[in-house]
């Protein structure tokens, strides 16, 4: 019992100014539940080792050191300069897993999902998260190679990879525990048991389905993108808004292969919050990607999170006008209010 209240403690102080990242990685059985080893990013600092700082895996595009904080530069590489090549720290093995298995991607919200008071300018579904697959990755990947570029078909941009999933950063459910009243709702809808891991929070997720051609006996790289951006003309320190994207680069290490028909079957409701998939993302696997993505989006910039766990009505910083500029900047970017952008498509 008092290890359990230590980690609530613990939950209650975890600051909201920090951002995410990947923390682990979990094969989802055809169920819904998590089983099996979790896997980890490449260089993985894990929270428990001693001196640990966000800083050590937060990697932020553009740099707050780059004086424009719109601009993008095709120079910025997709990976932290710990996550350029396909190592592991120690204590953090890769996950193992089938070619076309389904998997939960796990982050923590930090207050950005429960706290939307503190950030203005935030777009409603606490920003966009994608997910793109190679099995032919670089070391310097750069940004704008991939995000804009891959699509789901892997026709797009150099070939290399695709498109695997665009969710909301807010998965519905997720959760910090702290004074707000989201956090209140949510923890009251969404109970679930302190672990040593989440402590008393709610982690949020993001499902995906590996491609089920990808080949075994190899590493399958995945990145992970969270485009959080600020409106213009909201925040006074940012007038003309700002760029705000978060990656994680990690690995699969792929096994054996599976069916297509052993990927989902009746999705246990009952299960335990800890080890679960988001059943909106479970049921949508091997689905079309736009057929996940709302047809309708808002130029409007709410404080307030969505409750839903599909993609929200926002969508901004993604679909790129005119000609690939050398240097993109959020002026480059439109914010359309009739259609969601997908990367590879043509924005209208």
């Known amino acids: 019992m008092l ?7 613990l939950a209650l102080y975890t600051p909201t100014q920090a951002h995410s990242w990947v923390e682990e990685l979990t094969v989802i059985a055809p ?7 979790p896997g980890y990013a490449r260089g993985n600092y894990l929270r428990t080792t001693s001196g640990f700082s966000d800083t050590a895996m937060t ?29 592991q720290s120690e204590g953090s093995p890769r996950l193992q897993a089938s070619a076309g298995a389904a998997i939960a991607l796990r982050y923590q919200e930090n207050g950005h999902v429960t706290l939307p008071q503190t950030q203005p300018g935030k777009p409603a579904n606490r920003g966009t998260v ?3 697959g190679t099995t032919e990755p670089k070391t310097g990947e750069k940004f704008l190679d991939v995000h804009g570029a891959w ?7 150099d070939g290399r990879g695709v498109l695997l999933s665009v969710q909301n950063y807010d998965d519905g459910r997720c959760y910090q525990v702290n004074s707000g009243e989201i956090s209140g709702t949510r923890r009251a809808k969404y109970t679930h048991t302190a672990d040593p891991q989440m402590g008393a929070d709610l982690w949020c997720q993001q499902d995906i389905q590996l491609p089920s051609n990808a080949p075994s006996g190899k590493p399958y790289t995945i990145y992970w993108v969270w485009d959080w951006p600020t409106a213009a003309s909201v925040d006074l320190t940012y ?13 699969v290490d792929l096994v054996n292969i599976v069916t297509k028909q052993a990927i989902k079957s009746d999705y246990d409701i009952d299960q335990d919050l800890n080890n ?23 130029s409007q910039v709410s404080s307030q999170p969505t409750t839903s766990s599909q993609p929200t009505t926002f969508v901004t910083s993604v679909a790129m006008t005119g000609v690939e500029p050398k240097t993109v900047t959020v002026t480059d970017w439109e914010i359309s209010t009739s259609t969601v952008f997908v990367p590879g498509s043509q924005p209208t």
Do not use: H, W
């Not at 290890?3 to 403690?9: E, K, Q």
């Not at 990697?59 to 350029?84: F, G, S, W």
């Not at 007038?239 to 680069?249: F, H, R, S, V």
């Not at 079309?288 to 808002?298: E, G, K, R, T």
């Open 276 to 298: 679960a998939a988001i059943p909106s993302q479970f049921d949508a696997l091997g689905s079309p990607i736009s057929s996940q993505v709302p047809s309708q989006v808002s």
């Open 31 to 37: 169920n819904g539940t998590f089983v099996g080893t």
């Open 151 to 157: 699509t789901q078909d892997g026709t797009g941009g």
């Open 3 to 9: 290890i359990i209240v230590l980690i609530t403690l």
């Open 59 to 87: 990697y932020l595009i553009p740099p707050n050191t780059r004086a424009n904080v719109t601009e993008i530069l095709p120079t910025d590489k997709m990976c932290k300069d710990t996550q350029q090549d396909q190592t």
């Open 130 to 132: 994608y997910v793109y």
């Open 239 to 251: 007038p003309n808004g700002k760029a705000e994207i978060y990656t994680t680069c990690m690995d």
